[in-house]
């Protein structure tokens, strides 16, 4: 159900799913969260979806007064009303298949956009995985890739809390440590990992890039830097574009800015801490380095993952063992047939000409263009949008034509397990199965080399309710009432898994006879590590800085606090809040607040608060938390109600993202908070 994609055993007693617990024998099985362990609840649930809905009811009312129809019925409806819009006026939209199981479908989803022609996929990428994975290619061509916590000796946990969000991969750094591996956490909250980490930096949020630019400084100036590693694998020593001296030197001038006092001034973090946490990585190697969640919903983002990805290559660890590898993946076919799409339709994909380093190069846009474009029909109309799941109207920012587009959409369908804020906007709502009754192919489980090579077919283990059918089976509807058949194995979803298969090694037979999962003989090895950039052509081409200048950000005397959020336990996102068992574990929107917070305003633990941005307002309860850097508020997202707002991104501001990426400032927002009564549930 998240990207743990944690090895599992499912009883199933009569048809009905009872109990699901950890396979220990699984490379990713040796614990499971709640999540899991109450999947039987979600199964069952009595709001889930079961047949195709239609609106009778006009868009904004609060009752879309559903009429439920066959799929017959559905899919000649959206075939119709698809062709009228054709691909280019028809946007797409997808869940993140790192906090969902859509990753079953996820390839074949991005089929049908690529082979159809639409220019625009609506994703999370750009305050998810963008910056861990496509950012640190501006500066190494390839993703911060994965520590190898088996031979690392130090391990930097940035903005990333595996205990809650990914529990395979917090296993291995338990092992790590057990082995003597050394662990730094830099997170304004001391959650999950950090309290049994060596070294504790709790940076204000937002403030990442100041701490990575003086990490660089320090390691310059008194040791630490892999000279040999950077003359063999970096520009470190070629001329600077810009001087008349190295592009190391040029670093070494530019970091300077960045002297420990300015450091621990600007990221709260004591400078006795940044000496201790720069001697560690000097002596200590090799060293690793995970970063996700935390860094990568900043206003600045591109510039924070640079100064990140510059602050590691330093350390030489890069690609070796011990430091971050790639590892070598199952071969397959690939589907998903981005190679298809015309460099034309590229050029039409909304945002592109502001970032082409971006999302956007990839069809992957926001809604904030989205909801734009609708409304303004600029550069061109759009008036069809097809999603498969996702609740981008609470899990992305606010944005001011939100309800004006999605009243405006000729046709909005969207497949979901329930009807959630998003969903009821659409003219045709489309029941989906969960991971639990289709098939699912997880082709690499990431952790470490073994579990990389992993691969599982899930099978359908219970009958999906009603009429509720997997993703994959609707692409394959839908590209059948599109008249793309012939791309899509002529309507064969199993012909389709076996080319998938095909390289790998492995077959369908031989995956379905061996339920756990095998090890994939043929892997796709990535061989030489890419030479290094620490002054960024790309970005200098596209006036950007070629060494990275972060600008802290305006601090407004009315706006005395720092606001920040993070995944918990029992959630993913807006999903979840559903689940009886879990809703008890946190029955409503909690307030972290620093104790230095809770004294100037006077709150107690249980008091309700509203917290003010820019933006507007939103309630929650409080609770103080004393492992939280100073002037730190850290909230729980994902949550709405009809009545108030508890909405945490409806107080993000939408217009406010990294200029490179798009990326929304969704931590380290500026705000005040008073109490006030919470309306009565
Ligand atoms: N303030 C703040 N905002 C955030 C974040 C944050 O940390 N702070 N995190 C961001 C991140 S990292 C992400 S990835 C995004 C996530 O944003 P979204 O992708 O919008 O995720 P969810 O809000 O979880 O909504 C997922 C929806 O998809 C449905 N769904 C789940 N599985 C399936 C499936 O298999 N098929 C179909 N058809 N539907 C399914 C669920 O029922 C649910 O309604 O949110 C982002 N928003
Ligand atoms: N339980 C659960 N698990 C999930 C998900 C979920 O919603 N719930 N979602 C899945 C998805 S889509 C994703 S992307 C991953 C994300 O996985 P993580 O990256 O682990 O997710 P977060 O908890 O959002 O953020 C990580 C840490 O960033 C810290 N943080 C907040 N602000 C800052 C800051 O300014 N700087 C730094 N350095 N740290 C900061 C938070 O305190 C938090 O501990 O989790 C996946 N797994
Ligand atoms: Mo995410």
Redesign the pocket.
């Known amino acids: 159900m ?3 994609r944690c090895g599992c055993l499912a009883t199933v007693e009569d048809g009905k799913l009872v109990r699901v617990s950890a396979d220990h024998d699984h490379p990713t099985g040796r614990a499971i ?1 709640v ?1 899991a362990k109450t999947a039987p609840q979600l199964v069952t649930h009595p709001d889930r979806l079961t047949r195709p809905l239609l609106r009778t009811r006009p868009k904004g009312d609060p009752d879309p007064g559903w009429r439920p129809i066959d799929w017959n019925e559905a899919l000649s409806l959206a075939g119709e009303r698809l062709r009228a819009a054709g691909p280019e006026s028809t946007a797409f939209a997808v869940t ?1 298949p ?3 199981a859509v990753a079953d479908s996820f390839d074949w989803i991005l089929r049908l956009v690529h082979i159809w022609g639409s220019p625009n996929l609506v994703f ?1 990428t750009e305050n ?2 963008w910056h861990r994975d496509f950012s640190p290619s501006l500066t190494w061509g390839r993703s911060f890739g994965m520590p190898d916590y088996a031979r690392t000796k130090t391990i930097l946990l ?5 205990a ?3 529990l395979a991969h917090a296993e291995r750094i338990r092992a790590a440590q057990r082995r003597g591996a050394n662990l730094i956490v ?4 001391r ?2 990992l ?1 309290s049994h980490a060596d070294i504790w930096l709790a ?6 890039a100041a701490l990575a630019l003086g990490l660089i400084h320090l390691m310059l100036t008194k040791g630490g830097v892999d000279l040999d590693f950077l003359r063999l694998h970096s520009d470190a020593f070629s001329p600077c574009p810009d001087g008349e001296c190295s592009v190391l030197e040029r670093l070494t001038e530019h970091a300077a800015q960045w002297p420990p006092g300015r450091v621990a001034s600007v990221t709260g973090v004591s400078e006795e801490l940044l000496y201790r946490t720069a001697t560690m990585i000097a002596e200590a190697k090799p060293v690793s380095l995970y ?8 206003q600045q983002a591109t510039v924070t993952a640079r100064c990140i990805s510059l602050f590691y290559a330093l350390t030489g660890s890069l690609g070796q063992p011990g430091g971050n590898r790639w590892f070598a993946k199952p071969r397959l076919n690939d589907i998903a047939a981005f190679d298809q799409v015309a460099p034309h339709l590229r050029d039409r994909t909304l945002g592109i000409k502001e970032r082409p380093l971006g999302p956007p190069s990839r069809g992957w846009i926001t809604t904030r263009d989205l909801f734009r474009t609708i409304v303004s029909e600029q550069p061109y109309p759009i008036r069809a949008l097809v999603a498969f799941g996702g609740n981008f109207i609470v899990s992305k920012p606010a944005t001011q034509y939100a309800e004006a587009a999605l009243a405006k959409l000729d046709f909005f369908i969207q497949s979901e397990l329930f009807e959630t804020p998003s969903a009821r906007w659409a003219d045709l709502l489309l029941p989906a199965a969960s991971c639990w009754e289709r098939q699912g192919l997880q082709a690499g489980f990431f952790v470490d080399e073994a579990a990389e090579a992993h691969v599982q077919l899930r099978r359908a283990l219970v009958r999906p309710p009603g009429d509720a059918r997997s993703d994959t089976a609707i692409v394959f509807d839908l590209a059948r009432v599109l008249g793309l058949s012939e791309d899509f194995f002529n309507g064969d979803q199993e012909a389709g898994l076996a080319h998938i298969l095909a390289p790998s090694g492995l077959s369908v037979e031989a995956l379905r006879s061996h339920e756990r999962g095998l090890t994939a003989t043929n892997l796709d090895v990535k061989g030489q590590l890419p030479v290094i950039t620490l002054w960024s052509k790309a970005l200098a081409r596209l006036g950007e800085d070629a060494l990275p200048i972060w600008e802290p950000p305006a601090s407004p005397p009315e706006f005395p606090f720092l606001l ?10 807006s ?1 979840f809040h559903q689940i009886e068992t879990l809703r008890k574990l946190e029955p409503e929107p909690v307030a972290e607040l620093a104790p230095d917070v809770a004294a100037a305003r006077k709150v107690r633990p249980g008091d309700t608060i509203v917290i003010r941005t820019a933006v507007g307002e939103v309630y929650f309860r409080a609770t103080i938390n004393s492992g939280l850097s100073a002037g730190t508020i ?1 909230a729980h997202y ?1 949550w709405w109600r009809a009545d108030q707002n508890i909405n945490y991104n409806a107080v993000m501001d939408g217009e406010c993202f990294d200029v490179v990426s798009g990326s929304n400032a969704l ?2 927002i500026a705000c005040d908070l008073t109490k006030r009564e919470l309306l009565a549930t």
Request: aromatic share 8%; net charge positive.
């Open positions: 998240c990207i743990s969260c999540k993140t790192s906090g969902t999370a998810c995985n940035w903005g990333s809390n595996p809650a969000t990914w830099v997170d304004p909250r959650s999950g950090a940076v204000k949020p937002g403030s990442d970063t996700w969640a935390g860094t990568c919903q900043q920040t959020s993070g995944k918990t336990v029992p959630y993913c996102h999903q850290w994902g931590r380290g």
